[in-house]
T-cell receptor, first 110, second 111 residues
């Protein structure tokens, strides 16, 4: 079992709709979770971090964490073509190591 | 504010050659990291450092070496380049275990 698993996609969503990205992790001891956005040919950019169960909202982005189910999700409301990118889920292992999923490629269709 | 700076941006090596990928940060971050990203995949940790003089292996350290003589610099060395090392290499830094800031990457091809 991979430590962090994501559906690689591609996930296609019409413009204006809600995009839902999911991630599961295997280490029950994980406490910190991150969503990075990566445009093609560019470096990852942090868009959300979440540390406790529940929802965390930032603009059009909402991160959701359920530690009992070992599940993290990212919702993007009012999806825009500029949201088309690969979204990487990551969890902090121990105090230093960030473990990434393989990423979900999201395409927003105008 | 430059953030994390990686050089070179692109490089083509022949099998068996060696090279050093440079990484520098000007944010006074104590933690620094090297990742590789193969096409369509996530990032895999090669080496990391929690401060000057301290380095540790990540998930895929074989074929690479690092050093951390200053807080600012964290070079990654390939001694005997192999085709399997063709990848995009990212350097990142952070304060302790806070979210990491990434450089723009180095695209390396081994032919």
């Amino acid at each position: 079992q991979k430590e962090v698993e994501q559906n690689s996609g591609p996930l296609s969503v019409p413009e204006g709709a809600i995009a839902s990205l999911n991630c599961t992790y295997s280490d029950r001891g994980s406490q910190s979770f991150f969503w990075y956005r990566q445009y093609s040919g560019k470096s990852p950019e942090l868009i959300m971090s979440i540390y406790s169960n529940g929802d965390k909202e930032d603009g059009r982005f909402t991160a959701q964490l359920n530690k009992a189910s070992q599940y993290v999700s990212l919702l993007i409301r009012d999806s825009q073509p500029s949201d088309s990118a690969t979204y990487l889920c990551a969890t902090l292992q121990g105090a230093q190591k960030l473990v990434f999923g393989q990423g979900t490629r999201l395409t927003i269709n105008p | 504010n430059a953030g994390v700076t990686q050089t070179p941006k692109f490089r083509i090596l022949k099998i068996g050659q060696s090279m050093t990928l440079q990484c520098a940060q000007d944010m006074n971050h104590n933690y620094m990291y090297w990742y590789r990203q193969d096409p369509g995949m996530g990032l895999k940790l090669i080496y990391y450092s929690v401060g000057a003089g301290i380095t540790d292996k990540g998930e895929v350290p074989n074929g690479y070496n690092v050093s951390r003589s200053t807080t600012e610099d964290f070079p990654l060395r390939l001694e005997l380049a192999a085709p399997s090392q063709t990848s995009v290499y990212f350097c990142a830094s952070s304060i302790d275990s806070q979210p990491q800031h990434f450089g723009d990457g180095t695209r390396l091809s081994i032919l």
